[in-house]
Nanobody, 124 residues
């Protein structure tokens, strides 16, 4: 089992920055690919960013490319999401997730483990 706990959400204004963290524990999390998803009210959970197990490969949704940066520190068992130039459309609950390296990256169905989520609200 892998346990994931997100932190760092909050209320910010458009144009501000925010950094999310995802602390992992349990099985050797460094063996898992990890990702960030978000879900706005009434919407489906959508892919935001993902990293392979070592952090050498990173993937982003078009909507956040150039503004968000995913990173991970396997020594600290922690993954991060640095969000810059936030927009009201980024308002959502953000979830971190972990998956085996051979499963689908961009769909929530590919991920086995999930955190409880952290709210990010961006005011205009």
């Amino acid at each position: 089992q892998v346990q994931l706990v997100e932190s760092g959400g909050g209320l910010v204004q458009a144009g501000d920055s925010l950094s999310l963290s995802c602390a992992a524990s349990g099985r050797t999390v460094s063996l898992y690919d990890m990702g960030w998803f978000r879900q706005a009210p009434g919407e489906e959970r959508e892919f935001v960013a993902a990293s392979n197990w070592s952090g050498s490969r990173r993937y982003y949704a078009d909507s956040v490319k150039g503004r968000f940066t995913i990173s991970r520190d396997n020594y600290k068992n922690t993954m991060y999401l640095q969000m810059n130039r936030l927009e009201p459309e980024d308002t959502a609950v953000y979830y971190c997730a972990a998956k085996p390296s051979d499963s689908v990256r961009y769909s929530p169905d590919g991920y086995n483990y999930w955190g409880q989520g952290t709210q990010v609200t961006v005011s205009s």
